[in-house]
């Protein structure tokens, strides 16, 4: 089973960043101003979300909102962004602006959903995990790109901390969930998110029942592949050094992950589909394909409303089903027969739970066998990109950035637990969690 521990976070310091009475934009609702015998931290001009979904022009936005925004540490533009993330570090710590938690604990995270953004529902439990390669106890779901992971490998290395948590759920249904769940708590951090749903982390009094209990769960990785297997290779990094070869497994700082662990039995996580934007491919192929003409896909005009009413949830035993979206506001549902598409899987080296996700037929029947964007092509991210909105895909395409684009269904958690059950991956970009968890609620130190 899964090693789980408390852990000695870094926070952006309740002495510079608590307000006393509570402020507006981070209250509960129906709660009280004031909050006595514990601290508030309003983050919220502080925080941002993890480094793969910034871009150009939020990375501006966040730089110019406070001159302590965590993009300074996640993602700084000017420089070798690296040694500058790693010295801003060590400057806010040294004028305190950051400071180190004075004892291990446990915290609880939880934010809010796009119907109640004021209320944080879908609760986790912030700790520190054991690395461990994937296998019986910490599984992974999807594939992960190399570009990323070099990237994040020496932003890691230089910075000495892991910088956002990484997302891992599992599924239990016992009552002692909601036991252990109870706790009381201390100081709180809170911040709204770019959608203004709301973010919160509390401290938990340490307790070895909430430990044991999260120690006895199977993970799976939902977010977060590439910091997770970032945080592996770092660690080999550190103890092939003879200086700390010997040292016993959970002793070094790197030999641990920070992790939000989320009962995806109990509550109610939101996946979101990632639509793929092509580049590169043959303009004809694209034609017959919108007219039908490509056996065995069929198609039909849609409207765009119609489309993403049509995908909005998984169907695993229906035709798998992509939308198309073409230039001059063209939009085609795209299907092909479940057993037809079944008949195709047989041919790849992929488990039977893989093969029946309309992602994994996404990639094989329509992205290789027709478009011709094979592993390599993907691989090298110039003529395959991603979006998690439907809006952006068009625009892109409207634009000329994108030739087309395809549209797909969200992956659901039961899928996700049978792929990872059987020790298989999906395809990159098969799930994405929303909201995201937020850079700067907490910082994990790797260095000894």
Same mark, same amino acid.
């Given at each position: 089973?899964?090693?789980?521990?408390?852990?000695?976070?870094?926070?952006?310091?309740?002495?510079?960043?608590?307000?006393?009475?509570?402020?507006?934009?981070?209250?509960?609702?129906?709660?009280?101003?004031?909050?006595?015998?514990?601290?508030?931290?309003?983050?919220?001009?502080?925080?941002?979300?993890?480094?793969?979904?910034?871009?150009?022009?939020?990375?501006?936005?966040?730089?110019?909102?406070?001159?302590?925004?965590?993009?300074?540490?996640?993602?700084?533009?000017?420089?070798?962004?690296?040694?500058?993330?790693?010295?801003?570090?060590?400057?806010?710590?040294?004028?305190?602006?950051?400071?180190?938690?004075?004892?291990?604990?446990?915290?609880?995270?939880?934010?809010?959903?796009?119907?109640?953004?004021?209320?944080?529902?879908?609760?986790?439990?912030?700790?520190?995990?054991?690395?461990?390669?994937?296998?019986?106890?910490?599984?992974?779901?999807?594939?992960?790109?190399?570009?990323? %992971?070099?990237?994040?490998?020496?932003?890691?290395?230089?910075?000495?901390?892991?910088?956002?948590?990484?997302?891992?759920?599992?599924?239990?249904?016992?009552?002692?969930?909601?036991?252990?769940?109870?706790?009381?708590?201390?100081?709180?951090?809170?911040?709204?998110?770019?959608?203004?749903?709301?973010?919160?982390?509390?401290?938990?009094?340490?307790?070895?029942?909430?430990?044991?209990?999260?120690?006895?769960?199977?993970?799976?990785?939902?977010?977060?592949?590439?910091?997770?297997?970032?945080?592996?290779?770092?660690?080999?990094?550190?103890?092939?050094?003879?200086?700390?070869?010997?040292?016993?497994?959970?002793?070094?700082?790197?030999?641990?992950?920070?992790?939000?662990?989320?009962?995806?039995?109990?509550?109610?996580?939101?996946?979101?589909?990632?639509?793929?934007?092509?580049?590169?491919?043959?303009?004809?192929?694209?034609?017959?394909?919108?007219?039908?003409?490509?056996?065995?896909?069929?198609?039909?005009?849609?409207?765009?409303?119609?489309?993403?009413?049509?995908?909005?949830?998984?169907?695993? %035993?229906?035709?798998?089903?992509?939308?198309?979206?073409?230039?001059?506001?063209?939009?085609?549902?795209?299907?092909?027969?479940?057993?037809?598409?079944?008949?195709?899987?047989?041919?790849?080296?992929?488990?039977?739970?893989?093969?029946?996700?309309?992602?994994?037929?996404?990639?094989?029947?329509?992205?290789?066998?027709?478009?011709?964007?094979?592993?390599?092509?993907?691989?090298?991210?110039?003529?395959?990109?991603?979006?998690?909105?439907?809006?952006?895909?068009?625009?892109?395409?409207?634009?000329?950035?994108?030739?087309?684009?395809?549209?797909?269904?969200?992956?659901?958690?039961?899928?996700?637990?049978?792929?990872?059950?059987?020790?298989?991956?999906?395809?990159? %970009?098969?799930?994405?969690?929303?909201?995201?968890?937020?850079?700067?609620?907490?910082?994990?130190?790797?260095?000894?």
């Amino acid at each position: 089973m899964p090693q789980v521990s408390a852990l000695q976070p870094i926070v952006y310091a309740p002495a510079r960043f608590a307000r006393s009475p509570i402020l507006d934009r981070i209250r509960l609702p129906d709660e009280p101003a004031d909050a006595p015998g514990r601290s508030v931290s309003d983050l919220t001009d502080v925080a941002c979300p993890p480094y793969d979904v910034i871009d150009t022009e939020l990375q501006r936005s966040l730089l110019a909102r406070n001159s302590h925004n965590a993009i300074r540490l996640e993602l700084p533009r000017d420089g070798d962004p690296h040694r500058a993330a790693a010295e801003t570090l060590a400057a806010w710590v040294e004028d305190g602006t950051l400071e180190r938690r004075p004892d291990a604990s446990v915290y609880y995270y939880a934010h809010a959903t796009t119907d109640a953004p004021d209320e944080p529902t879908v609760q986790g439990v912030l700790a520190r995990v054991l690395l461990e390669p994937y296998g019986a106890d910490v599984r992974a779901h999807e594939h992960t790109m190399p570009g990323p %992971k070099a990237e994040r490998l020496e932003h890691l290395r230089v910075t000495g901390a892991q910088l956002s948590p990484i997302l891992a759920i599992y599924f239990d249904a016992s009552e002692r969930y909601r036991h252990v769940m109870s706790r009381a708590w201390g100081d709180e951090w809170r911040a709204r998110d770019e959608d203004g749903l709301l973010h919160t982390l509390a401290e938990v009094e340490p307790d070895d029942r909430l430990l044991r209990y999260l120690s006895r769960q199977r993970l799976y990785i939902a977010d977060g592949h590439h910091r997770y297997e970032t945080a592996l290779a770092h660690q080999a990094t550190v103890r092939a050094d003879p200086a700390h070869a010997n040292a016993p497994p959970g002793a070094l700082a790197a030999d641990w992950m920070m992790i939000v662990l989320v009962n995806a039995e109990l509550e109610e996580l939101q996946v979101l589909p990632t639509h793929r934007l092509i580049r590169g491919v043959d303009a004809a192929i694209l034609e017959r394909l919108a007219d039908g003409a490509v056996p065995p896909w069929s198609s039909i005009g849609r409207s765009e409303d119609e489309l993403l009413s049509a995908l909005r949830q998984p169907d695993p %035993k229906g035709p798998a089903t992509f939308g198309l979206l073409l230039p001059g506001g063209r939009s085609v549902e795209l299907s092909m027969d479940r057993a037809e598409a079944a008949e195709r899987m047989r041919r790849e080296r992929i488990s039977t739970a893989v093969a029946a996700l309309d992602v994994a037929v996404l990639h094989a029947a329509l992205l290789d066998d027709v478009l011709m964007l094979g592993n390599a092509a993907v691989a090298a991210e110039d003529r395959l990109t991603y979006t998690r909105s439907a809006a952006e895909a068009r625009r892109a395409v409207e634009s000329g950035e994108a030739q087309a684009a395809l549209l797909v269904r969200p992956t659901g958690l039961e899928q996700l637990q049978a792929v990872a059950g059987v020790g298989d991956v999906m395809p990159e %970009k098969s799930t994405y969690f929303y909201p995201k968890l937020l850079t700067g609620m907490a910082f994990y130190s790797v260095e000894d």
